[in-house]
Nanobody
Framework: QVQLVESGGGLVQAGGSLRLSCAASARTFSSYNVGWFRQAPGKEREFVAYISRFGSTINYAESVKGRFTISRDNAEKTASLQMNTLKPEDTAVYYC????????????????WGQGTQVTVSS
């Protein structure tokens, strides 16, 4: 069983930056591939970024490429999402998720989810 806790969300002006963190309770965090997803009001949850167990594979949604950076620290059992040049359309609840099978996959492929952290970008 893995518990995930996100932090770092908040209100920021367009063009600003935020860094989201995901703390995991897993005994061996390196056993899990990690994804970040987001869900805006009235919209479906969408994929944002993915990082494999040891960081050798990273994927981003086209909408965040060049602006967001995903990373992880297995020793600290954390994953992070650095978000730069934020836009109002980035406003959403951001979720950290984990799974053992490789590949970014779909949200339904992830076994463990955090409670989410709100990111609001004002114009």
């Amino acid at each position: 069983q893995v518990q995930l806790v996100e932090s770092g969300g908040g209100l920021v002006q367009a063009g600003g930056s935020l860094r989201l963190s995901c703390a995991a309770s897993a005994r061996t965090f390196s056993s899990y591939n990690v994804g970040w997803f987001r869900q805006a009001p009235g919209k479906e949850r969408e994929f944002v970024a993915y990082i494999s167990r040891f960081g050798s594979t990273i994927n981003y949604a086209e909408s965040v490429k060049g602006r967001f950076t995903i990373s992880r620290d297995n020793a600290e059992k954390t994953a992070s999402l650095q978000m730069n040049t934020l836009k109002p359309e980035d406003t959403a609840v951001y979720y950290c998720a984990a799974k053992t099978r490789p590949g970014p996959g779909l949200s339904g492929d992830y076994n463990y989810w955090g409670q989410g952290t709100q990111v609001t970008v004002s114009s």
